[in-house]
């Protein structure tokens, strides 16, 4: 089925299109450096690799809906990714604890993505567009960014107003694990996880409103 905009989607897309793509790539772009360290949750140990490049993009704010490349979404801090997952979450469980992973990942190339608060403060791009539910107008810009040599998108949180990342990966290249582009520096069960002190039980209950029921 085609893709439905609206009269205001597709003015925010026309936007995109006609932005100086080469300007930003040459001299706004935001580097990564291969010592850059993020987090990420996930379902799942997966024989202990946090590291993946999710080709099926279509659900996803910046995904790119091409074959072969992959978007990972990425977070500087374990709150952030926890609330990204369970923003529509209300309620867990112990178990679910269990079976929730926090993974850091490290960086092993120097990537270079698209700040969308340069974006913002150089351009007539608003912020509403940037976080359209639409999610095949924010693809959009996704894809005219990696067309002009972006490694990713750096941008706020919905629910957190904290800076997340999509990153991308030629899958072909790398693989869906980023092998070669990033690594899984470490894996923490969530139930068993401690963030700036405080277990992550309680981080859910008390800072992100979110109860935990014992089983």
């Not at 993974?103 to 698209?114: A, M, N, P, R």
């Not at 039980?201 to 409103?209: M, R, S």
Request: aromatic share 10%; charged share 20%.
């Amino acid at each position: 089925m085609a893709c439905q905009f609206t009269e205001k989607d597709k003015k925010s897309i026309q936007k995109f299109q006609t932005l100086d793509w080469q300007n930003l790539r040459s001299h706004h772009s935001k580097v990564l450096t291969p010592d850059q360290k993020f987090f990420r949750l996930q379902y799942g140990s997966h024989g202990g690799n946090h590291v993946y490049f999710n080709r099926n993009g279509k659900e996803t704010r910046f995904g790119l809906c091409q074959e072969k490349v992959g978007t990972m979404y990425v977070s500087l801090h374990e709150m952030t990714a926890m609330k990204e997952v369970f923003q529509n979450v209300f309620a867990l469980t112990e178990v679910d604890l269990r079976q929730y992973f926090m993974g850091e990942i490290q960086l092993k190339q120097t990537l270079s993505v698209l700040d969308t608060t340069i974006l913002l403060a150089r351009s007539n791009v608003k912020l509403h567009e940037l976080t359209s539910p639409n999610r095949h107008v924010t693809q959009m810009l996704a894809k005219w960014a990696y067309r002009a040599g972006f490694d990713g998108i750096e941008f706020l949180s919905n629910v957190t107003g904290k800076n997340c990342w999509a990153l991308w990966a030629d899958t072909q290249k790398y693989t869906v694990a980023g092998i070669g582009l990033a690594e899984t520096v470490k894996q923490t069960v969530l139930s068993e996880l401690v963030i700036d002190g405080i277990d992550a039980i309680d981080v859910l209950i008390e800072q992100l409103n979110i109860s935990v029921e014992a089983t």
